[in-house]
Each structure stands twice: as structure tokens, then as C-alpha cells.
């Protein structure tokens, strides 16, 4: 899988939109963009994945760019209940046997008040 | 109410001791996972299994064991041969091996 690198953190004020980066520079044709999130203690939680086109769902939105050497996570309006490290990951769909996730560093984000 | 539960939710053990984790889900998928995290660090995959009475090792299976009897369950046994086993476990589950992973809310594995 293609290695990830995200800013190891980034505050954000409630009721903006929070705009999270990760760049995947060696990302192969078939691998797609996945994004989970951690809130402390508890399981990942799945976000949102893409392949080349942008994707939006209730959650957030995704944004890759032409080259898909990056892409970025859009949360609309932080809440406080955002706040959670998130994971930038990539892993291609026709995985070989163990189709694990690779959880690099993360954004640990801060929403403010 | 779909989802995957993982119990119980703290644990605490004595060194030595054999435990067991449990994961049910409810979501009929096929694949089964079992990841370790460690503080600040990300998971590691110990076990995976992609269909019912079939499971492979991952990246750390040494002192773990598991079976896969039911579609439903996909129980974690920590075994006394694994020499540090106080860490957050982490049980997810995917339709198929190829699609996206679930996870379950955690149980945290205290040895003393």
C-alpha cells in the first residue's frame, strides 16, 4: 500500500469547516483514498473513501486531486464532537490475502469552541 | 440495530492467565478481523478470517489464537505465551476481504 503523510496536527473553531490534507505521492492506479477517524478509547470509525472523483456523504466530503498524488477531508461544520485523530489511508480494492489497514501517524485535530 | 459489539469493554487479567475476547456482529458479513493498538502507536493486524471455519495469521499471531465457528463471532483468545499482552484490541469486520472494515468499540486487555 501506498505510504501517507499528514500534518501530525491542526486546531480547528466550531462551526467552521475543518479542511484535513494527506499526501499519497506514490499511490498506484487501482489503490483507493480511505478515511477513518479515532475518537480517544474508542474504535476507528469509517469516513469516507474515494477512487479519483470527489466524494461526499453525511459525514464529510473528499476532494482528490487530478494526479491523485493528494487529497483532502472536508468536515463542512466541526462540532466538538469532532475532535478525534484521523487517518488518511490507502489500500487497493483487489487487496491479496489479509487486506489489512495500515493506520500511519494521523491529524490529531482539536475542535474549539 | 446493526453493528459490532466487542466485549467486555475493560479487562484485567493475571499474568500467566489465558483470556478470551468476544466480537459479534450483526452486519452478515463474511470477513472478520482482529487488530492490536498499543499507545499512540497505529493497529497491527493479528488475525483475519474471510469465510466461516477459515482464518489466517497477520503481522503479530504469535500468542494468539482464534476460531470462526459462526458467521456472527470471531472470538480472541490471549494466550499466556504472549509476552505483552496489555493493549487495546480491536475487532472489525468487512462484507467481503475487499470492502471496507468496520470496527467494533474496542476492549482494552490490562495484564498485571
Known amino acids: 500500500d501506498a505510504k501517507t503523510t499528514q500534518p501530525p496536527s491542526m486546531d480547528c473553531a466550531e462551526g467552521r469547516a475543518a479542511n484535513l490534507p494527506c499526501n499519497h505521492s506514490?499511490?498506484?492506479?487501482?489503490?483507493?483514498v480511505y478515511w477513518y477517524r479515532q475518537i480517544h478509547s474508542q474504535g476507528p470509525q469509517y469516513i469516507i473513501h474515494g477512487l479519483k472523483n470527489n466524494e461526499t456523504n453525511e459525514m464529510a466530503s473528499l476532494i482528490i486531486t487530478e494526479d491523485r498524488k493528494s487529497s483532502t477531508l472536508i468536515l463542512p461544520h466541526a462540532t466538538l464532537r469532532d475532535t478525534a485523530v484521523y487517518y488518511c489511508?490507502?489500500?487497493?480494492?483487489?487487496?491479496?490475502?489479509?487486506?489489512?489497514?495500515?493506520f500511519g501517524g494521523g491529524t490529531r485535530v482539536l475542535v474549539k469552541p | 440495530d446493526g453493528g459490532i459489539t466487542q466485549s467486555p469493554k475493560y479487562l484485567f487479567r493475571k499474568e500467566g492467565q489465558n483470556v478470551t475476547l468476544s466480537c459479534e456482529q450483526n452486519?452478515?458479513?463474511?470477513?472478520m478481523y482482529w487488530y492490536r493498538q498499543d499507545p499512540g502507536q497505529g493497529l497491527r493486524l493479528i488475525y483475519y478470517?474471510?469465510?466461516?471455519?477459515?482464518?489466517q495469521k497477520g503481522d503479530i499471531a504469535e500468542g494468539y489464537s482464534v476460531s470462526r465457528e459462526k458467521k456472527e463471532s470471531f472470538p480472541l483468545t490471549v494466550t499466556s505465551a504472549q509476552k505483552n499482552p496489555t493493549a487495546f484490541y480491536l475487532c472489525?469486520?468487512?462484507?467481503?476481504?475487499?470492502?471496507?472494515?468496520?470496527f467494533g468499540p474496542g476492549t482494552r486487555l490490562t495484564v498485571l
Open positions: 452486519l452478515n458479513h463474511d470477513a
Open positions: 472489525a469486520s468487512s462484507g467481503v476481504a475487499e470492502d471496507t472494515q468496520y
Open positions: 478470517s474471510q469465510i466461516v471455519n477459515d482464518f
Open positions: 506514490t499511490i498506484s492506479g487501482n489503490e483507493y
Open positions: 489511508i490507502v489500500r487497493a480494492y483487489f487487496k491479496a490475502a489479509g487486506n489489512k489497514l495500515t
